[in-house]
């Protein structure tokens, strides 16, 4: 069976696949965050890091100008085609570099972060994004839980419907590596096609990012759950963090 690389082939049927997720509640949370802690209700200038079809673009005022970067060329032809306005740059979050252009409010969501390697590669991309983050700016991010892992993925297989494919998701955690595994495969159910992507998450702590954060000069200002509160709970799927520059909010404390 034809194997693919992740959000390759499933980039034709993401949107409907993820149809559940409620991306203005997450807009409405992440906007309203910003508010709290800055001067301005919005931000000027968003940059989202794995953007993917920038379906969470669709819920922003079209008053605040988006760059969005993607490693996947599939994901950002789709949303190419939809009415959106907003660069869009094919990129390896490892890789990026924007400067000297600095953005108001950086975004990480959907678990992208998962997707890195270890955490060298996690403290790179921190490290550039305080490299573009404006002085005043604000990085919001969110990173899948050990419990989502655990309780919602392990040992569990899903079969759905999207499109003309029959999805069939595989998933198992690796404890010793902390990584959920997860084999898609693709059934057309008009033709013989079928493929697989295989998506490997990384689980990491919450103190190893903390850490992690401040060796970057990064400062925590809230971490919460779920883009529903700033309260951590035990059960969530989605831990949400929310940083400024450091050096501004230490020396304003």
């Not at 605040?64 to 907003?86: F, N, P």
């Not at 655990?150 to 404890?175: M, S």
């Not at 997860?182 to 493929?195: A, G, W, Y």
Request: aromatic content about 14%.
């Amino acid at each position: 069976m034809l194997k693919k690389k992740p959000y390759s082939g499933f980039s034709s049927v993401y949107d409907a696949v993820m149809r559940e997720v409620q991306y203005r509640r997450w807009s409405e949370f992440i906007l309203s965050s910003y508010s709290a802690h800055c001067e301005t209700i919005f931000p000027k200038s968003i940059l989202d890091l794995g953007c993917g079809t920038c379906r969470l673009w669709e819920e922003f005022p079209d008053l605040v100008e988006l760059t969005g970067i993607d490693s996947s060329s599939e994901m950002l032809e789709i949303a190419r085609k939809k009415e959106i306005r907003g660069e869009l740059i094919l990129s390896d979050l490892l890789q990026f570099d924007l400067s000297p252009r600095k953005f108001d409010l950086i975004l990480s969501t959907h678990d992208t972060l998962n997707y890195l390697n270890d955490e060298r590669e996690l403290k790179q991309v921190f490290s550039k994004i305080r490299t573009h983050l404006a002085p005043d700016g604000l990085f919001f991010f969110d990173i899948s839980s050990l419990y989502n892992f655990k309780n919602h993925f392990d040992g569990q297989t899903f079969v759905e419907r999207a499109g003309d494919y029959k999805i069939r998701w595989i998933n198992r955690f690796l404890e010793k590596e902390s990584v959920l595994e997860s084999t898609l495969t693709f059934s057309h159910k008009r033709t013989d096609e079928e493929f697989t992507e295989t998506h490997v998450h990384r689980y990491f702590p919450r103190n190893t990012i903390h850490q992690l954060l401040r060796e970057c000069g990064l400062f925590l200002l809230e971490e919460g759950s779920d883009y529903e509160d700033w309260i951590l709970k035990e059960d969530a799927s989605l831990v949400n963090y929310l940083c400024g520059n450091s050096e501004i909010y230490l020396r304003n404390r």
